[in-house]
């Protein structure tokens, strides 16, 4: 999937800062159920019971400093779920970031 930018693949969060942004993806997570890829190439993670501010906050700090990222989050009635979408040759960092697909 074309994120829709021509930002590099490339993160500006400062090394020193790497583990504490790599724990509060890990807490966000903690606890996600399937991992689909989407038709379009993005993949759909289902966050049951998930604290959307929590999930909120963190993807806006993740924007900040990957802005080839594409996020969608979504609250419906089937729970809560974040959708991550990438250029084409950042689906390595996609599926360690986030996990693979089931």
Known sequence: ????????IACTLQPDALDDRRAEW????????ARTTLPDGR?????PG?????LGRVVAAEQHCCAFFA???????RGIALEV???????AVVAEL????D
């Open 1 to 8: 999937m074309t994120a829709g930018t021509d930002e590099p």
């Open 26 to 33: 890990a807490s966000v997570l903690a606890g996600a159920g």
């Open 43 to 47: 993949l759909r993670i289902e966050l």
């Open 50 to 54: 998930a604290d959307a501010g929590a």
């Open 71 to 77: 996020f969608t989050i979504t609250i419906d009635a």
């Open 85 to 91: 979408g990438a250029p084409e040759g950042a689906q």
């Open 98 to 101: 986030f996990g693979p697909a």
